[in-house]
């Protein structure tokens, strides 16, 4: 490979390909259902080692920073610092732990009572490894049942990258002696960190039959206690299941048939149209007369009452037209709806 611009970086080795749009729903999947785990471990409601292990670190650190700056005290700063030098190193790729970055915001805004920049380094710090430890286990193909043994193969060292061929390619290019996929470099080949230039390629993808890590020694896989289940999900992403399918908007339906509904008892010379029955809504207005029976008789009822009241027999104009009813002089109150 004679020019270096040749080489085709693809968008998942970079360590901001999240900021390109980079998605990978086989990845982002486990990392959802595993959400509320994390978030339990975080809170103390579910133990975990790695909190007793960054406690360890943290607790170091703060005896070497004492012990070399003995009339200096530690600041927030100085503390967050050594919170981001928690060495728990999870091999993944690059642009697979750039993903993990919406999820860690997501538990920064649920725990709400963590005000103090310190512990919101702790959460980070101890999220994100969390989180790289779900990716690490998709990548081997193991149920969340032995997160604890992946657990133990990271601290312990049992678990490295396998070198994709544009890694190897950009290592070559960099002078390194051993570009073999299990070669082992001082730094992760990195284009920027080695000051090489490449192109940036989205639609490349990486060859999926070859694995992204290897075993160094077997792993007695045992059953316990794995990181997913909860009730707590992130609100930055949604699982293929609950995402709406793009597709047709549907056609509203009429509220009724425009059918005219016939009666199966008609006979068969009668007109159509005459045992046709027409639904209306239940909320359309219809004026509706009243029968002629019903005014005579409220017409009837009136003149009874104005007869009583001015004597039997009595004769006038409005001897024959029914009584007017006086209403009170107290005004009434208007109830608008």
Request: net charge neutral.
């Amino acid at each position: 490979m004679n020019k270096v611009g040749l080489i085709r970086w693809p968008l998942r080795l970079f360590d901001d390909a999240a900021d390109y749009d980079y998605t990978n729903d086989a990845i982002q999947e486990p990392l959802y259902n595993a959400y509320s785990s994390i978030y339990d471990i975080l809170t103390g409601h579910r133990p975990h080692e790695i909190v007793a292990l960054f406690s360890a670190h943290m607790a170091k650190e703060k005896e070497e920073f004492q012990a070399a700056n003995p009339k200096r005290s530690l600041t927030t700063n100085d503390l967050i610092s050594a919170g981001s030098c928690f060495p728990f190193h999870v091999p993944i790729l690059p642009g697979d732990a750039s993903l993990v970055v919406d999820f860690v915001a997501n538990l920064l805004q649920h725990a709400k009572n963590v005000n103090d920049e310190v512990d919101k380094c702790a959460v980070q710090c101890i999220g994100r490894a969390l989180f790289s430890l779900v990716i690490l286990r998709t990548y081997l193909g193991r149920p969340p049942e032995n997160d604890e043994d992946i657990f133990h193969a990271v601290k312990n060292g049992l678990i490295s990258r396998v070198w994709t061929s544009h890694e190897q390619a950009l290592a070559a290019c960099y002078g390194a002696e051993n570009t073999s996929p299990e070669a082992v470099f001082d730094t992760m080949p990195d284009p920027g960190l080695w000051g090489i230039k490449v192109m940036r390629d989205v639609n490349l993808q990486l060859a999926v039959d070859r694995p992204f890590v290897t075993l160094k020694q077997p792993i007695a896989w045992t059953s316990g206690p794995g990181l997913t289940g909860g009730h707590l999900k992130p609100r930055r992403y949604r699982p293929p299941s609950q995402q709406l399918k793009p597709g047709p908007r549907p056609k509203p339906c009429p509220a009724f048939s425009q059918k005219p509904a016939v009666d199966t008892n008609m006979p068969a010379d009668a007109d159509v149209t005459t045992y046709t029955s027409i639904r209306r809504p239940a909320n359309m207005m219809v004026e509706v007369e009243k029968p002629v029976a019903k005014l005579k008789s409220t017409a009837e009822h009136h003149t009874s009452q104005c007869q009583a009241a001015d004597g039997e027999g009595a004769k006038g104009p409005l001897s024959g037209m029914p009584a007017k009813v006086r209403r009170g002089e107290r005004q009434r109150k208007v109830v608008r709806f």
